[in-house]
């Protein structure tokens, strides 16, 4: 679509796409879409049945990053559901896995899903206008309309099946998909597992989902003014899935959002990585990742850890520099392959509870989590990196905390910069040999360690 700014509205990333050989398409998808109404109870398994309830129409904003030679893709498309938490569309899995999903080809496909990033909600953010992208930009978007969120299942149906590049009306450009993957962080994930347990048993448009960050709770699965139909909380993802599903859970999850009431174990096709030393959001997605290009800075940054500050929205302590976008895109690269007939990522331990409190993570100490997903950040560790503790406005207490260790600590730890870099290489290997650290990400944070001033004389 083209008029009004001269530009999409969405929170994502500043890069030059067609630097990399991408390109941006914003189209307005139109239909009638259907809500749904529940056959029988819905449980804590997950295994919900789901059936047609009533319909309307609706026009909604889908945006694509494709590659422009579309013979280079690796036929698969990242259906991500845009994340309206602010009032606004933002992508932060598109901007935490932007790097790994241009290395392959991919197609990214950022859906509108919600009511809120259309026609927007009374929050506001840092700021900034909360209206949906109507309000964000008239002139562009005055046509879209949105029946409201018992309709957004559906909307995501429809979307995931123009992903396959299939018809005239295809987003992939012409290029044929095989595989589409369903992608979503925090209020998307609450929405994703909703989906996963009601409507995909029936739709069957996805090949693979990567829950990010989900908490305690899902969402409805039909809401006002639409009959209320509410999940329970602690409301599992189903375990009988024949497309495979992967869980990405950070400290946060844990400790903000009651992600511990929900949590389950592997099962044949879901996998759950919990990782150590993470926030829901970070220094990355507040601002790093960005224009990250892949080509190191970004890591430099972030083990720079003095220089991490409360982020835009000036949260009282330094945001949390983990390593949460470098892990996401092995498990979506892993996802993904899974979900192509591939073999399944690996399976990881989970994050330790403490004993005494079992919604709080067990810590060493440094202060860092036990357990998880295990990275240099935590085991080579030059600061404590918490998910929780950053608390002075509504959304800082998503973006954990960073605690830099002093030089006594950093002596206490290591003989010199030397042997700092050395074990920070040895334990970057053992979470690449593992499978949760690609290898463009892992070269980039050994030469991250390498040049750091830690240590150096």
Not at 180 to 189: C, L, Y
Not at 236 to 248: I, K, M, W, Y
Not at 267 to 274: F, H, P, Q
Not at 319 to 341: C, F, H, I, M, T
Request: glycine share 12%; with cysteine; net charge negative.
């Amino acid at each position: 679509m083209t008029g009004g700014l001269g530009r999409p509205t969405i929170v994502a990333t500043s890069l030059d796409l067609a630097s990399r050989g991408y390109e941006q398409v914003e189209y307005f998808v139109t239909g009638t879409a259907r809500s749904f109404s529940a056959e029988g109870p819905l449980g804590i398994d997950g295994r919900w049945r789901a059936a047609p309830a009533a319909s309307a129409p609706y026009m909604t904003r889908v945006l694509v990053h494709r590659p422009i030679a579309r013979a280079s893709g690796s036929r698969t498309a990242i259906v991500e559901w845009l994340n309206v938490s602010a009032g606004f569309d933002t992508a932060p899995d598109w901007l935490a896995a932007h790097n790994v999903m241009m290395r392959e080809g991919f197609v990214w496909i950022g859906v509108s899903a919600q009511a809120d990033g259309v026609q927007g909600s009374g929050a506001a953010v840092g700021g900034l206008a909360s209206g949906g992208l109507r309000a964000a930009d008239p002139e562009r978007y005055e046509p879209l309309r949105h029946p409201g969120d018992s309709f957004s299942y559906d909307i995501y149906s429809q979307v995931g099946a123009l992903a396959r590049g299939t018809g005239p009306d295809d987003l992939a450009g012409g290029s044929p998909v095989d595989t589409v993957v369903a992608i979503g962080e925090s209020q998307s994930a609450f929405r994703l597992v909703t989906y996963v347990n009601a409507v995909h048993p029936t739709a069957r448009i996805y090949d693979g989902f990567l829950v990010h960050s989900r908490g305690g709770a899902a969402a409805a699965l039909s809401q006002a003014p639409e009959p209320e139909l509410l999940a329970p909380e602690g409301a599992l993802v189903r375990t009988d899935l024949e497309e495979p599903a992967l869980l990405f859970q950070t400290e946060t999850d844990f400790t903000r959002l009651g992600y511990a009431a929900a949590r389950q174990p592997d099962a044949a096709r879901l996998r759950v990585w919990e990782v150590a030393g993470t926030a829901h959001a970070d220094a990355y997605t507040a601002g790093i990742g960005f224009d990250d290009v892949g080509d190191g800075r970004a890591e430099e940054k972030l083990l720079d850890v003095g220089s991490i500050d409360g982020g835009p929205l000036g949260c009282a302590a330094p945001v949390n520099a983990g390593p949460a976008y470098a892990v996401l895109q092995a498990a979506l690269l892993g996802l993904a392959r899974w979900s192509s007939g591939g073999a399944p990522p690996a399976a990881a331990a989970h994050l330790e509870l403490d004993a005494a409190d079992p919604v709080s993570i067990a810590r060493d100490e440094h202060g860092n989590a036990r357990g998880g997903i295990r990275t240099p950040f935590v085991d080579v560790p030059i600061a404590a990196l918490r998910g929780d503790g950053n608390d002075a406005e509504s959304f800082c207490r998503l973006f954990g905390t960073t605690r830099p260790f002093d030089a006594l600590e950093l002596a206490a730890l290591y003989a010199d910069h030397d042997d700092y870099v050395a074990r920070f290489e040895r334990s970057t290997a053992a979470a690449l040999d593992a499978g949760f650290l690609l290898p463009e990400e892992a070269a980039n944070l050994d030469r991250a360690a390498a040049a750091s001033g830690v240590l150096r004389a």
